[in-house]
């Protein structure tokens, strides 16, 4: 024979994730190609003497994993030992948090910025005890007068700091928010510390940007657990002008050029596909039609490795916050609200409504922020409405996150070939809190993965990361069992899924979101290498067991980058 296989697989379940989801037991890769596919039969003449052959003893070949939503360098700069690990069950109460605030500052000299990452109040036992209680700069103050502290919440949409980041920030009771953000105080008009969606720029202007070398280190480390994840491609949803000022600019445009050092010195060991964010949250479509020309052409690198796909767009916020836009009030009132400019209701639609209409008219792929039910009902009327306006074949907007996604909204977007990206591991992680804000009905309905499915809507999962970490066994068996974190409570049991609408959400429909499900997402003859190997047999996993099935191998371009494996 001419050409022999680098690596073939034997002796365990292949599952495709083909349009028939097949489960063959052998798989060969040659030059960075799958060149077979089938039984032993199929790929044993492609043996040859350079060929790798790895006995899978009944474990499972999938094709790689993809993150359809995670931002790269920030979950890189929030883990230690870059940042505090705020997150459960690192820390379980506010005076956890407290120590490990008083730890850090015994590490660093007098005026270091100390930084953390993950704290949620779902997990404090101080707020669970006491829903009105909320982290506060008193609680910071007293193991860190004089080192100003920022630490960011789970969600990226909350900051707390103390006096001292307040001093050097500059606000006081006298401060009036940007627009779409919020400065919370308490009863006297003081500011509690904590700052809300656009009001937490104010201190990352005062922060210093990371410098190119800490983005660098970030991307890596970020890397680094994606392969051990099984993870070969991901989204970053959002780098550009309107992400400067976000986590020290680790969503801002100088991460893009650190991807691109990466990629051209053979670093980049997983696929990235790029949302570019001209502005952030509150912006104007005369302030976005301005910004996304600015950003020019920035389509100069293999399109396999890195491709930017389109824009992102913020069109309200999110649930524990009460900003997300809903039909019906919160459980103690308010309806949020869209986040970009205009005085009432009306204005800030017209206005989201002619932000998309520019970003489609201009070609790119449209990627929204929307949460609420009526931000979703108002951004799918708005892309079905670009796309009459000016049309456009296979434009594959979609929606960025959709939990509260209504029926109406589903329609539109399937009619239209638009998708939607949800976050099973938020769901699992928030499932609880948010009956006490919106109620038990619509918390158990929200990411409503079955009723958009049988909508004919594409659904992509992404984990948000670092909002939440990017273990996609996790989010298989959350869509599968619908249960909580903190409690293993059953949250909206008629919305589950099997576990082969699952694996979809993460490979072939995920691939689809990146234009790329003619040649990645499943394992078929011709499609590229990616691959990953969980150990033992998933199809007949339970479910709970899933999430601690190791991940023993992962090749991305039919290279291995990580492998535990020992044959």
């Known amino acids: 024979m001419d050409t022999y296989a680098d690596l073939v697989f034997l002796g365990g379940k292949v599952v495709t994730v083909d349009a028939e989801f097949s489960v063959a037991s052998a798989l060969a890769v040659t030059d960075g190609i799958i060149s077979a596919v089938g039984g032993p039969g199929d790929v044993e003449p492609l043996v040859g003497p350079g060929t790798r052959v790895v006995d899978l003893r009944g474990a499972t070949l999938l094709p790689g994993i993809n993150d359809s939503h995670l931002h790269g360098c920030a979950l890189g700069m929030s883990t230690p030992p870059l940042s505090l690990d705020l997150s459960h069950p690192a820390v379980s109460s506010l005076a956890d948090v407290s120590e490990a605030v008083r730890e850090a500052v015994g590490r660093f000299p007098e005026g270091t910025w100390i930084t953390g990452h993950g704290w949620d109040t779902g997990y404090l036992d101080e707020c669970l005890a006491d829903p009105a209680r909320q982290p506060s700069r008193s609680d910071l103050d007293t193991v860190s007068p004089d080192h100003p502290v920022v630490l960011y919440s789970f969600s990226g949409h909350a900051t707390w700091v103390n006096s001292k980041a307040l001093e050097l920030i500059g606000i006081d009771r006298d401060t009036v928010a940007p627009p779409g953000g919020a400065i919370v105080t308490d009863a006297a008009g003081e500011p509690t510390g904590l700052l809300h969606e656009g009001a937490q720029a104010l201190s990352q202007n005062a922060l210093p940007p990371l410098s190119r070398q800490e983005r660098a280190d970030a991307i890596r480390s970020n890397l680094a657990t994606l392969a051990r994840l099984g993870i070969t491609s991901y989204t970053e949803p959002g780098l550009g002008p309107g992400g400067d000022g976000i986590m020290r600019g680790a969503l801002g445009t100088e ?34 039609v301005r910004s996304l020309a600015a950003l020019g052409d920035r389509g100069d690198t293999d399109p396999r490795r890195l491709a930017i796909h389109g824009v992102k767009i913020f069109a309200d916020g999110i649930v524990p916050n009460k900003t997300s836009w809903m039909h019906e009030p919160y459980v103690d009132g308010g309806c949020g609200a869209l986040c970009v400019g205009g005085a009432n ?43 009459a306006g000016h049309p456009r074949a296979d434009a594959r907007h979609y929606v960025i996150h959709g939990d509260f996604l209504t029926a109406h909204s589903m329609k539109v977007l399937a009619a239209h070939g638009f998708g939607v990206n ?24 929200a990411w409503p993965y079955r009723d958009a499915i049988d909508a004919g809507v594409r659904v992509a999962s992404g984990s948000d990361a670092p909002v939440t970490h990017p273990d996609w ?47 990645k997402g499943s394992l078929e003859p011709g499609k590229a290498a990616d691959l990953c190997v969980l150990d033992g047999d998933l199809l007949a996993a339970d479910p709970h067991d899933i999430p601690k099935m190791p991940v023993v191998l992962t090749v991305v371009d039919g290279q291995v980058v990580h492998d535990t494996l020992r044959n």
Not at 424 to 445: C, F, H, N, Q, S
Not at 489 to 503: H, K, V
């Open 255 to 288: 991460t893009l050029d650190v991807y691109r050092d990466l990629l051209a010195a053979g670093e980049l060991t997983a696929r990235l596909g790029v949302l570019l964010l001209p502005t952030g949250m509150a912006s104007s479509a005369e302030e976005f």
């Open 345 to 387: 209701d009306a204005e800030r639609t017209a206005e989201i409504a002619a932000i998309i209409r520019h970003a489609h008219a201009a070609g790119h792929q449209v990627g929204v922020h929307v949460t609420g039910d009526r931000a979703c009902d108002t951004v799918a009327d708005a892309f079905a409405a670009a796309a």
């Open 422 to 445: 949800m976050n099973p591991t938020i769901k699992w992680t928030v499932a609880d809190m948010e009956a006490e804000l919106v109620g038990t009905e619509r918390a158990a309905y």
């Open 473 to 519: 066994r996790q989010g298989v068996a959350t869509m599968v069992l619908r249960e909580s974190k903190a409690t293993g409570r059953i949250s909206g049991p008629e919305q589950r899924i099997g576990l082969a609408d699952a694996l979809r959400t993460y490979t072939i429909d995920a691939a689809w979101q990146d234009f790329a499900d003619d040649w």
